[in-house]
């Protein structure tokens, strides 16, 4: 298995505070990314950096910030969390971006009420 | 944006039966990939296609690229109980470092 691991594993916040998941990799792959995953949405991209200091947003990027300063970590941050926002969110990681493979994390369930 | 719809969204089989899923875009994709997903874990890939027409074959799993490379289908031959997940599938684009992924197949395979 990829190195990949994901904290919290569970976390339960309230609307209108902020929320820091982690994302560390133990592979010096080059490429992570953040996606969250709803019930028939399947897995939507929220943010993903192609090297240390190197982001780029996604498809739902709105009300989350990344941050990448070593190549092992990568972070998402919800300012100020809101409902809408519960979800799984996955980290990802792949060694050449685009058509090579993407390892996933256990993922974090994250809840705002 | 580009879109990737999956069908069925849900399958519900008995073992030993055969069966397809598909996936579909009106937009072409400079390759394909198929992911499995279990409860609580994440997608773990299972293959890459990237020529139209492309087939290939895991075991009891046929996997194909559409000539167009706007389509793929997964064939399961004698599905077993392992096969039970959610099966995803993801587009590649030209020129770019991110995947579209398609809104997910959940098949469950009666003992």
Redesign the interface.
Known sequence: DAGITQSPRHKVTETGTPVTLRCHQTENHRYMYWYRQDPGHGLRLIHYSYGVKDTDKGEVSDGYSVSRSKTEDFLLTLESATSSQTSVYFCAISRQGKTDTQYFGPGTRLTVL | ?QL?E?SP?FLSIQEGENLTVYCNSSSVF??L?WYRQEP??????LV?V?TGGEVKKLKRLTFQFGDARKDSSLHITAAQPGDTGLY?C?G?NFG????T????TRLTIIP
């Open positions: 944006t990737l999956q969204q400079s390759s990939q609580g874990e994440g997608p773990v890939l890459t990237v995803l993801a590649s770019n470092e991110k995947l992924f398609g809104t997910g």
